[in-house]
């Protein structure tokens, strides 16, 4: 093609130009090309490119079923809830039937159960295996519907960050889901993301304002991908590893409510999330409860149970924890946590957990971490430099203790004094208000 010819073709929808969709078509009928390129492509860009001719429909409507597989309906208009648009008869209620006996589910699902019919209508739902609804309007009776279907094949769903949920009937659901007298099979889930971040959102779903209307729909899918790829390059090479192995320190930044870590426990064996009980001594699942010692005694009157927030790595003195650290590839697999981001290319809880090989953390090549709660590495962990001192080196001082060593916290511009710093250097206390001894001088002028 003449280069003069390329204004002329961008006034052309990419797709439609026969040359090209003879090339994807080529393309997207290798299997291969086929199952690594769909995930990447929101579901309206795979219906747009089966809406183009019958053989593409027959292709990717008809002919494969795993199509669908990884469904992310995070980008979807419908999907999102929208109060003005309800107030203003928007689209959001297009698939909903509005009547007088609305149930708050109903209200706050609806966009949600719209699309769910209009996919069982296609028969598109039966072939979801990994489901993501990060930021979306999603109640707990919602998801106890896809618990409980036993027409659903979700194996991993996402629901970080999500509006409307009732977190305590989320608990109650999983943990009657996941009870001894469970029907044998179920649930099919396997995995769910609930307590991180969500991913970050693909750049391919720009809202439509930021996309010029003349560009080719063809264009912005292959920009969308070129992006993509590129922001994931990007993470891999700057960033320290995945989360729990590669990066230390708080992992969790969710507010976690009484009742989760006992329902992390009823679930072990059945369902996978995306944090871990902690494993610190205090608690009973821990391998070192009973046998190390713990102070401060009780904070919280010794919580049975507790959910890991942080990844640390080992002590500052031992270089392990009492607990030993949990070990990519030995540990049991009820005891990893689902990393992100969510996987693509398989709907199986194993990838869901399986670290990158690049981001090994330790020198015999081991990717570990000891996952736990802000309680047990209370006055232990350094906030500044990641150091922590466990408990079996390390007995934290009483209240009455600490108070008697008149330490106090750094101020910038001051700093301790001498007599303070004195007290501070006593190897008695290791961290303070969260900062070892260390940290305390960096920002304390001599
Ligand atoms: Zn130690
Ligand atoms: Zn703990
Ligand atoms: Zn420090």
């Not at 706050?108 to 930021?135: A, E, H, K, M, W």
Request: aromatic share 8%; proline share 6%.
């Amino acid at each position: 093609m003449a280069s003069g010819d390329l204004g002329h073709q961008h006034t052309r929808d990419y797709l439609e130009t026969s040359n090209h969709t003879s090339n994807l078509f080529g393309l997207l009928s290798n299997n291969l090309v086929l199952y690594q390129t769909l995930p990447y492509l929101p579901v309206s860009a795979i219906l747009n490119i089966a809406a183009t001719s019958r053989p593409f429909r027959d292709l990717l409507l008809h002919g494969t079923p795993s199509v669908f597989r990884h469904l992310d309906l995070t980008q979807v208009k419908t999907a999102q809830f929208d109060i003005d648009g309800i107030d203003h008869g928007g689209q959001v209620w297009r698939n909903v039937q509005v009547d007088e006996n609305l149930t708050e589910d109903d209200f706050y699902s609806g966009p949600l159960r719209g699309i769910f019919s209009s996919l069982r209508r296609r028969n598109i739902l039966q072939d979801v295996g990994t489901l993501v609804l990060d930021g979306l309007s999603v109640t707990s009776e919602f998801l106890n519907d896809i618990l409980i279907d036993p027409e659903s094949r979700v194996r991993i769903l996402s629901v970080r960050e999500v509006k409307n949920l009732n977190e305590r009937k989320l608990m109650q659901s999983l943990r009657y889901a996941c009870r001894p007298s469970r029907t044998e099979g179920m649930p099919r889930l396997k995995a769910l993301y609930y307590f991180g971040k969500k991913d970050a959102a693909p750049l391919l779903a720009a809202p439509p304002a930021a996309q010029s209307a003349a560009t080719p729909r063809g264009a912005n899918i292959s920009a969308g991908w070129n992006q993509k790829s590129q922001q994931s390059l990007k993470e891999s090479i700057a960033g320290d590893g995945d989360d729990w192995y590669g990066r230390k320190g708080r992992v969790i930044n969710k507010r976690i409510i009484d009742g989760w870590a006992e329902t992390l426990l009823d679930c072990r064996e059945v369902l996978q999330f995306d944090t871990v009980l902690c494993t610190g001594p205090r608690h009973r699942n821990s391998p070192a409860f009973g046998k190390t010692p713990v102070t401060p005694a009780s904070a919280n009157g010794g919580s049975p149970w507790g959910v890991a927030t942080f990844a640390v790595g080992g002590c500052a003195s031992c270089g392990s924890a009492p607990e030993g650290f949990t070990v990519y590839g030995s540990a049991r697999q009820q005891d990893l946590p689902l990393l992100s981001p969510v996987p693509l290319h398989s709907s199986n809880v194993k990838s869901a957990t399986r670290p990158a090989p690049t981001t090994v953390n330790n020198l015999n090549g081991q990717h570990e971490f000891v996952p736990r709660c802000l309680e047990c590495i209370r006055e232990r962990y350094c906030f500044s430099c990641n150091q922590w001192w466990c408990e079996a080196c390390y007995q934290v001082p009483s209240r009455e203790e600490m108070t008697l060593q008149h330490v106090h916290i750094v101020d910038e511009a001051n700093g301790l004094n001498d007599h303070e710093l004195a007290a501070f250097e006593q190897p008695k206390v290791k961290v303070r208000m969260g900062y070892c001894h260390d940290c305390v001088l960096k920002v304390t002028p001599r």
